[in-house]
């Protein structure tokens, strides 16, 4: 199979971005994501994503995204930026696109030209709280959230704020943020039998009530260089808690991304970051 590719990154998380309109099954290329993820033998990226014609009414697109070990996601934060600055590189796109992605609809809008590429504000959706829709085995079959509970890996306790932001994450609040507990304690976490399909962890510092720091251990990658659903995790754990406002700025090792919220459960999260093409080839 010969693949014409675009290479696209937002905040150092990067993506083979391919156009499979034409491919038949597009989960042979699912099947192929390590290869193409591979730094050495392949491209080289954190992820896979298919540009696919939309199915769902509302939808212009629909995007597939593979992680670099083979396994689909249903949402990427980042990704879905990257989405839409291939539509914009490739001719295919308005100033807003509406993109079907497992997570369901995702509205994505070109907010002008930055630094690094096109800036990019994403209608996130709703976090989600309850224990059944991250999903996340509380420590009550009744509890509506999974907020601030304790969760055990490798002897170690922490306090765990679990939110789904179309796909599952793990929110820990740390005074610092150093390689042995990222590294150490987020694919220990994952492992745990409290979250059925794993889970993205983030560690997270607060700087103040508007801004924070975070590094995360994504599933299907490992530490990645940024995480736009984390980030959207984070932030609405922090508000969740009374730890930030609604408007925060989250640096992760990548770059920074805006994130918003007005705290109510049932109104979506906006994530405003920039996204550029690399460059493009075949293999």
């Known amino acids: 199979m010969n693949l014409q590719f675009i ?7 990067d993506f083979v971005m391919l156009d499979c309109a034409g491919v038949p099954q597009s989960d042979e290329v ?9 730094r050495r033998l392949g491209v080289g990226a954190d992820g ?3 540009v696919l014609p939309a199915a769902m009414p509302g939808a212009d697109y629909r995007m597939r995204i593979f992680n670099s070990d083979g396994s689909e996601a249903e949402m990427c934060g980042n990704g879905v930026r990257c989405f839409g600055e291939y539509l914009r590189a490739t001719g ?15 509205e994505v809008e070109f907010a002008g ?18 224990p059944k829709d991250i999903p996340v ?8 959230d999974f907020v601030m509970k304790e969760v055990s890996a490798l002897g170690r306790a922490f306090a765990v704020t679990a939110v789904s932001m179309g796909n ?3 929110v820990i609040f740390a005074d ?25 962890v983030e560690f997270v510092k607060v700087l103040s009530s508007n801004e924070i720091r975070m590094r995360v251990y994504e599933r299907g990658c490992g530490e990645t260089q940024a995480c736009g659903t984390g980030a959207c995790a984070a932030v609405a754990a922090g508000i969740a808690t009374e730890k930030l406002e609604n408007d925060v700025t989250v640096h992760l090792l990548g770059g920074d991304l805006g994130i918003s919220w007005d705290g109510y459960w049932e109104h979506p999260v906006y994530m405003t970051g920039p996204a550029r093409v690399v460059f493009g080839g075949s293999i």
């Open 30 to 38: 699912g099947a192929k994501a390590r290869v193409l993820c591979d």
């Open 92 to 106: 295919r796109a308005a100033e807003r696109v509406a993109i079907e992605t497992l997570a369901g609809l995702i």
């Open 176 to 200: 610092e943020l150093g390689d042995d507990l990222v590294q150490t304690y987020g694919p220990a976490i994952q492992k745990t039998a409290y979250f059925p399909k794993s889970v993205n």
């Open 48 to 50: 896979v994503i298919c």
């Open 113 to 130: 030209a930055g630094e690094r590429g096109g800036q990019y504000r994403v209608n996130m959706g709703p976090p989600k709280f309850a």
């Open 7 to 13: 290479k696209a990154e937002g905040l150092g998380n």
């Open 168 to 170: 599952p994450h793990a």
């Open 137 to 144: 085995l509380p420590a009550d079959l009744n509890d509506t």
